[in-house]
T-cell receptor, first 117, second 115 residues
Framework: AQTVTQSQPEMSVQEAETVTLSCTYD???????LFWYKQPPSRQMILVIR??????QNATENRFSVNFQKAAKSFSLKISDSQLGDAAMYFC??????????????FGQGTRLTINP | GAVVSQHPSRVICKSGTSVKIECRSL??????MFWYRQFPKKSLMLMAT?????????EQGVEKDKFLINHASLTLSTLTVTSAHPEDSSFYIC???????????FGEGSWLTVV
């Protein structure tokens, strides 16, 4: 079974600075997806970024980028120019590439990010 | 964009009663939906996978008779908490799989309080 580990329960950063959230995972599959989700106080799950394991290039979405190290099974999220609206719980998640019952997302424990003004 | 709607967003029920939470995919057909439970300051815990027209697949440790899941159509899955107890109070989130976009969309979640 796949597992996802986020070793940082809490992180804080000054507004406008850069912060990196860590995530490691364990799987025996070669094809899969990795995600970062943001959960603000409203509890709505918001997709931040998605990475396909077969792609060597790291995904980027505006101020959000990932460092995907497939061999090391590491998938960190970098937030540049942090904004107050980035404050939230961040979850790293894994999904198998196969369709069918294997579509479920496996979540890490989450990292609570605080932005200091 | 694709939207998944959950209803109700908040519900309070008396201990011993049953309560139903609906999860609807508004603009796409979802052959698979997922139900999660989230405790305060914790991660999402998958309860079950719901496939249209068939029985749900429950995760280990989840009581099938207590958390009834029905996926009667391609746009609707329901979670019924039967004989609710205060310890069932939690935040419940559904998600729906859109196969043509290979994407999973989340509902807004439902707060259940059992008094």
């Amino acid at each position: 079974a796949q597992t996802v580990t986020q070793s940082q329960p809490e992180m804080s950063v000054q507004e406008a600075e850069t912060v990196t959230l860590s995530c490691t995972y364990d799987t025996s599959e070669s094809d899969y997806y990795l995600f970062w989700y943001k959960q603000p106080p409203s509890r709505q799950m918001i997709l931040v970024i998605r990475q396909e394991a077969y792609k060597q290039q790291n995904a980027t979405e505006n101020r959000f980028s990932v460092n995907f190290q497939k061999a090391a099974k590491s998938f960190s999220l970098k937030i540049s120019d942090s904004q107050l609206g980035d404050a939230a719980m961040y979850f790293c998640a894994y999904r198998s590439f196969l369709w069918g019952g294997a579509q479920k997302l496996v979540f890490g424990q989450g990292t609570r990010l605080t932005i200091n003004p | 964009g694709a939207v998944v709607s959950q209803h109700p967003s908040r519900v309070i029920c008396k201990s011993g009663t049953s309560v139903k939470i609906e999860c609807r995919s508004l603009d796409f057909q979802a052959t698979t939906m997922f139900w999660y439970r989230q405790f305060p300051k914790k991660s999402l815990m998958l309860m079950a996978t719901s496939n249209e027209g068939s029985k749900a697949t429950y995760e280990q440790g989840v009581e099938k008779d207590k958390f009834l899941i029905n996926h009667a159509s391609l746009t609707l899955s329901t979670l019924t908490v039967t004989s609710a107890h205060p310890e069932d109070s939690s935040f419940y989130i559904c998600s729906a799989s859109r196969r043509d976009r290979d994407t999973i969309y989340f509902g807004e979640g439902s707060w259940l309080t059992v008094v």
